[in-house]
């Protein structure tokens, strides 16, 4: 601090700590990380065997009401986690506020774009 | 000059720690992670472009086809595994297990030879799938490499 302030040393620091969402943050990473244990393998079984098989071999792949239903929770509990993790990444090594929250805000946008297009593209050729 | 003026001692950085196997397992875990952060966006294209239709997903094919698209892929495999692997010892530490140093160790070490099975494993049973042939990968990196 190198302004006098009249300020009290904790009433400056109350507010910019701690968001009190810690917890949830830490429960909900893990919670989501036990649902990508069962998903992931599986998913990457099937994809990379679907990659394999052309185009026709894509469709069937993801047009399988089962495989269309597993794909959308595997990739959204995956985006769910990326965010948290991405967060946990920004948090430790951005400093600077403005940069942080502009990363943090870009982040959350890339993530839920990134769902919002494969849940598109899973629907279109579940349903068509 | 370091504006840095207050005496109490500074937690020692990053540089002066000798490498140990659970903290490599740390940063493997964090870079895997931001590698995966990557790969969705390719996983999420590849989606895309099969419901975009076929001009979009035939080119996307062949990049995927190519020797680099089958080691981005085989590498995404691989930190999957590893990123996942590592998750499951993390999920034990969180429970507050695994904290003696040679465990950890150990497990640290495992956790990166477990990886490269998990990956070659999820390869070989990709075989596995109905109406696809096992061989066309083989086929691939052959055809690539000649």
């Known amino acids: 601090m190198t302004k006098q302030s009249i300020r009290t ?3 400056q620091v109350r507010g910019l700590g701690s968001a009190r969402h810690g917890a949830g943050h830490f429960i909900t990473q893990r919670v989501s990380a036990i649902a990508l244990l069962f998903l992931v393998p599986w998913f990457l079984i099937t994809l990379i065997g679907a990659v394999r098989g052309g185009y026709d071999g894509a469709l069937i792949y993801i047009a399988d009401p089962f495989n269309a239903v597993l794909i959308i929770l595997t990739v959204g509990a995956a985006l769910y986690h990326m965010r948290l993790g991405m ?3 920004v948090e430790d090594y951005i400093l600077k506020n403005s940069t942080k929250t502009v990363l943090l805000i870009l982040n959350t946008f ?3 774009t990134l769902f919002a297009a494969a849940a598109y593209a899973v629907l279109k050729i579940a349903i068509a | 000059m370091s504006s840095w003026t207050d ?11 000798k490498w140990h196997m659970t903290m490599a397992s740390s940063i493997l875990h964090r870079i895997t992670g931001c590698a995966i952060y990557v790969g969705a966006f390719l996983i999420v294209a590849w989606l895309f472009a ?3 239709g076929p001009d979009m997903y035939e080119p996307m094919a062949g990049l995927i086809g190519s020797i680099w698209g089958q080691l981005v892929l085989f590498g995404f495999t691989l930190a999957m595994s ?9 999920l034990f530490m969180d429970a507050g297990k695994g904290f003696n140093p040679k465990f950890a160790s150990f497990t640290a070490g495992l956790a990166l030879v477990l990886s490269v099975v998990l990956a070659v494993s999820v390869w070989l049973l990709a075989g596995l799938v109905p109406g696809v042939d096992p061989l ?6 052959l055809g690539a490499a000649q």
């Open chain 1, 87 to 89: 967060q946990v990444v």
């Open chain 1, 110 to 112: 890339i993530c839920i």
């Open chain 2, 7 to 17: 005496k109490r001692p500074m937690s020692p950085h990053v540089s002066i720690w």
């Open chain 2, 50 to 52: 099969a419901a975009a």
């Open chain 2, 82 to 90: 590893y990123h996942l692997l590592n998750g499951v010892r993390h």
């Open chain 1, 9 to 11: 040393p904790l009433g």
């Open chain 2, 136 to 141: 066309s990968i083989a086929n691939t990196l």
